[in-house]
């Protein structure tokens, strides 16, 4: 079983920028796409960005101000957050699927806090 580990989070201010990675012990050519997930206390895990082989797709709210990215021969996705608002304020996990539906695979999470 493919572990992922997340790195990266912090306290930031509104305004900032905070990149974060996920490190798969195996290859990451293994997983059909990979994505970044946010839980907002109380309420449901949502999802952020995902990559596929076909592309990028992004949460409206985050659009043109986070970036997904994968480099392959680290076996590591990124997430490069700019523009950070206090309402990004949650904590991130790092996922992957092997098939089309199912997000089996599960980092750790990474808190990101952003004070206005």
């Known amino acids: 079983q493919a572990q992922l580990v997340e790195s990266g989070g912090g306290l930031v201010q509104a305004g900032e920028s905070l990149r974060l990675s996920c490190a798969a012990s195996?290859?990451?050519?293994?997983?059909?796409?990979m994505g970044w997930y946010r839980h907002f206390p109380g309420k449901q895990r949502e999802v952020v960005a995902v990559i596929t082989n076909s592309g990028t797709h992004y949460a409206e709210s985050v659009k043109g101000r986070f970036t997904i990215s994968r480099d392959n021969a680290k076996n590591t996705v990124y997430l490069q957050m700019n523009s950070l608002k206090p309402e990004d304020t949650a904590v991130y996990y790092c996922?992957?699927?092997?098939?089309?539906?199912?997000?089996?695979?599960w980092g750790q999470g990474t808190q990101v806090t952003v004070s206005s």
């Open positions: 996922a992957a699927r092997r098939d089309s539906v199912t997000w089996d695979t």
């Open positions: 195996g290859s990451i050519f293994s997983f059909n796409a």
